[in-house]
């Protein structure tokens, strides 16, 4: 195989090692709009697969940062059925998190979205493209 062959098979594999299943490349992203705060934080990589539904009952909103948007955080949402997933990689994404020596580590702040004087958080829903989606219908 020549060398441009070589560098193409590897530049190959690196990136579907970062994709892969597992893989705890970590993204950025930022508060959405509506949230009680503004900027970005790292967040982990969350397969497509993961988000597939049927109905609003199949999608649960869970944390996307190392804290959710109820701790000051980025929330996403996900099949139910892929919960165990996620909190094994959570795990590994924010082990500092699950420190029995720092049982603080989230801030007691909301980071939701949100809409009206009393708060309506948006909530999980499976959208026309069956995906797990988050956020407000009308």
Same mark, same amino acid.
């Given at each position: 195989m020549g060398r441009r062959m070589f560098g193409w098979v590897l530049l190959v594999s690196i990136l579907m090692a970062a994709g892969a299943p597992g893989a705890l490349a970590k993204q950025t992203a930022c508060f959405p709009e509506g949230s009680a705060a503004t900027g970005c934080l790292p967040v982990m990589t969350i397969p497509m697969s993961w988000t597939h539904c049927d109905s609003d009952g199949d999608c649960v909103r869970v944390a996307w940062? !190392?804290?959710?948007?109820? $701790? $000051? $955080?980025?929330? @996403? @949402?996900?099949?139910?059925?892929?919960?165990? +997933?996620?909190? +094994?990689?959570?795990? +590994? =994404? !924010? %082990?500092?998190?699950?420190? %029995? @020596?720092? #049982?603080? =580590?989230?801030?007691? @702040?909301?980071?939701? #979205?949100?809409?009206?004087?009393? #708060?309506?958080?948006?909530? %999980?829903?499976?959208?026309?493209?069956?995906? !797990?989606g988050f956020g407000f219908r009308n």
């Amino acid at each position: 195989m020549g060398r441009r062959m070589f560098g193409w098979v590897l530049l190959v594999s690196i990136l579907m090692a970062a994709g892969a299943p597992g893989a705890l490349a970590k993204q950025t992203a930022c508060f959405p709009e509506g949230s009680a705060a503004t900027g970005c934080l790292p967040v982990m990589t969350i397969p497509m697969s993961w988000t597939h539904c049927d109905s609003d009952g199949d999608c649960v909103r869970v944390a996307w940062s !190392c804290c959710d948007c109820f $701790g $000051g $955080g980025i929330s @996403t @949402t996900i099949n139910v059925s892929s919960m165990e +997933k996620h909190q +094994k990689r959570h795990r +590994k =994404f !924010c %082990p500092e998190l699950y420190d %029995p @020596t720092n #049982p603080h =580590f989230c801030p007691q @702040t909301i980071t939701c #979205p949100s809409r009206g004087a009393l #708060p309506e958080f948006a909530a %999980p829903f499976c959208n026309a493209r069956r995906r !797990c989606g988050f956020g407000f219908r009308n």
